[in-house]
């Protein structure tokens, strides 16, 4: 989608302009933007008022935030232009709906539109218009040294920390400095890539296939050299991709766990008892590493003009001979006592990586 509707777009200007992640627009309620982490009213004053004055005509405007409650009829109406046919059938027979959408000039935003108590709601996240650097994020300085290896390489951390950033500017990074066929495999689509020097193909779940499953049985069939999978959500997707890693594919993809060990703890946890050792032995032999992420308030220098931007913190576990046999062995609690101590691999815990950022001055005092 190339665009929005005039009322719509007035919002989404706003939240980029305030610097916020999310815009979150719900029924019954008056806009909110989720900024440095918190969620807050949007703007104010006269600018949002005229953005939503479009949007409940028939309403008085709130004292606390200069606008009235969105209303369903409105909101809804606003949403399903920018859904394509399969997905307003989607919204209309399942309640919710993943897709994407761009903005001239602002760049494009992941949508979730559901139902809710008071009618339609729907939370977008603004995606960049360009992709970053790994030198931009600041990303460990062994991970250009990952993405060279075979296997499957995880990127973890909770909802909202910066994973799909981190893994568009890999794909960047392969798509500049190599002549490989990169397939992607998200739901929906975030940041678009224009192929370099390597061929790339991306493909949106339930738009280009039926599931994760599906299309990384398929991806394994059109000769991939990298396949980036949006999220290991079930155990069909997690038996596909280590397959891929363990025949010679680089795997890249995303768990919300908020620890390396967790990470390795949650995919041997999604199989049945008797799989769990042959499991971890798989996973012990096609993992790479996994880079778990967190955003922190920068440091005034780092900000510049930007007042509420935030930088990412990385911990690190690289698959060295001791983790792949603490992996193989059950013994996940002991990996953060070698990360402590394999800084020579590049590895290092969160509190680690934490306590650097604040020694380099790139995050705000605690």
């Known amino acids: 989608m190339s665009s929005t509707a005039s009322p719509l777009n007035a919002l989404l200007h706003l939240a980029v302009a305030q610097h916020a992640s999310d815009l979150h627009l719900s029924a019954g309620l008056p806009p909110m933007a989720r900024v440095l982490g918190a969620l807050i009213p949007l703007g104010s004053g006269a600018a949002l ?61 992941r949508a979730n539109a559901f139902m809710q108590q008071h009618g339609c709601g729907a939370v977008l996240r603004h995606i960049p218009q360009h992709t970053p650097t790994l030198d931009a994020l600041q990303t460990p300085r062994v991970l250009p040294e990952l993405l060279k290896q075979v296997g499957l390489l995880l990127v973890t951390g909770p909802t909202g920390s910066g994973k799909s950033t981190t893994l568009a500017a890999m794909v960047q990074h392969l798509n500049t400095t190599t002549q490989q066929h990169i397939v992607t495999l998200e739901d929906p689509i975030e940041f678009v890539h224009t192929s370099a020097q390597c061929v790339i193909t991306q493909r949106e779940m339930g738009t280009h296939s039926h599931s994760f499953a599906h299309a990384l049985r398929a991806a394994l069939r059109e000769d991939p050299d990298v396949i980036l999978v949006g999220e290991l959500r079930d155990l069909d997707t997690i038996r596909l991709a280590l397959t891929a890693a363990e025949t010679g594919h680089l795997v890249l993809a995303s768990l919300h766990t908020r620890s390396a060990a967790a990470s390795v703890d949650r995919i041997v946890d999604v199989f049945d008892a008797h799989e769990k050792a042959l499991v971890r032995t798989q996973l012990s032999e096609a993992l790479i590493g996994v880079i778990t992420q967190t955003l922190c308030p920068a440091a005034p220098q780092q900000t510049g003009a930007a007042p509420s931007a935030r930088c990412a913190v990385f911990e690190t576990l690289v698959a060295t001979t001791a983790i792949r046999n603490l992996i193989r062995e059950g013994k996940t609690a002991q990996m953060q006592s070698a990360q402590q101590t394999g800084a020579a691999h590049g590895m290092q815990t969160m509190a680690q990586a934490l306590q650097e950022a604040r020694a380099n001055g790139r995050m705000a005092p605690a």
């Open 49 to 109: 008022a005229d953005a939503t004055t479009s949007l409940q005509p028939h309403t008085s405007p709130s004292p606390q935030t200069s606008t009235a409650p969105l209303t369903h009829k409105a909101l809804l109406a606003l949403l399903t232009p920018l859904m394509d046919a399969p997905a307003q059938a989607r919204f209309a027979q399942g309640h919710e709906v993943d897709f994407a959408f761009a903005v001239e000039g602002l760049g494009r935003f």
